[in-house]
């Protein structure tokens, strides 16, 4: 169980530099979901330095650039923190960080750590530009958590001001050449036509809210 003790950055960017902005998380937010959103200006937090094993905090840091430390160390001490138990005795340099982001502008990191629970994690950064709208970050997280009980989607393990971690799970790009890979790909596709609708009642009313023109569509 992650204490209160801990204090990771408020905001992704303070790692690794990229355009970040903070979100107000979902009032629907599951509240097994460790939150780290209190903060919406980076500022300067301590992370375990990457030879020490006792969670002493030593290394900064700072807003904007990885200061003294690398960032794949940095991203990893993160992740160390905030998963908490399942992750305290993995040490910080046998933590291995891939990215793996694509085009789209945010950032995602599979982080690997032998031993641990889960031993792949997915560390989501979200762009500026995505959190921008109100709306988007809380209406996914929504849609994320429907899909997490239903048994369709990875659950969120914690998530801040603009990132949140996952699971890693998923085969990448699997290939369709056969009647049997189609039925496979059916069962889960059918699974998510028939989960409910009704979670998007209130993001349908807050979208109106935003833009009235919005009633007027069928």
């Not at 903060?39 to 700072?62: E, I, R």
């Not at 905030?82 to 793996?100: F, M, P, R, S």
């Not at 032998?114 to 921008?132: C, F, I, Q, Y």
Request: proline share 9%; with cysteine.
């Amino acid at each position: 169980m992650v204490g209160p003790e801990l204090v990771p950055p408020p905001l992704l960017r303070s790692i690794t530099g990229n355009r970040h902005t903070s979100f107000v998380a979902s009032p629907n937010s599951s509240a097994k979901i460790p939150q780290y959103s209190t903060l919406t200006t980076p500022t300067a937090q301590p992370l375990p330095n990457a030879n020490q094993t006792d969670g002493a905090a030593n290394v900064t840091v700072k807003p904007g650039f990885t200061g003294t430390v690398r960032e794949d160390e940095a991203l990893a001490a993160l992740v160390k923190t905030v998963l908490g138990d399942t992750w305290a005795h993995v040490q910080l340099c046998d933590i291995k960080v891939e990215d793996k982001s694509g085009e789209g502008g945010s950032a995602t990191y599979r982080i690997t750590a032998k031993r641990a629970v889960p031993e792949t994690v997915a560390l989501h950064g979200r762009s500026e530009d995505v959190v921008a709208d109100p709306l988007s970050e809380p209406r996914t997280e929504a849609a994320a958590q429907l899909f997490a009980t239903n048994k369709l989607g990875p659950r969120r393990l914690a998530q801040g001001g603009d990132w949140f971690i996952e699971p890693w799970v998923g085969s990448g790009r699997p290939t369709f050449h056969t009647e049997e890979k189609f039925w496979e790909l059916g069962q889960p596709v059918a699974k998510i036509h028939m989960l409910p609708t009704d979670w998007y009642d209130e993001w349908r009313e807050k979208l109106c809210e935003a833009m009235p023109a919005l009633r007027e569509v069928p």
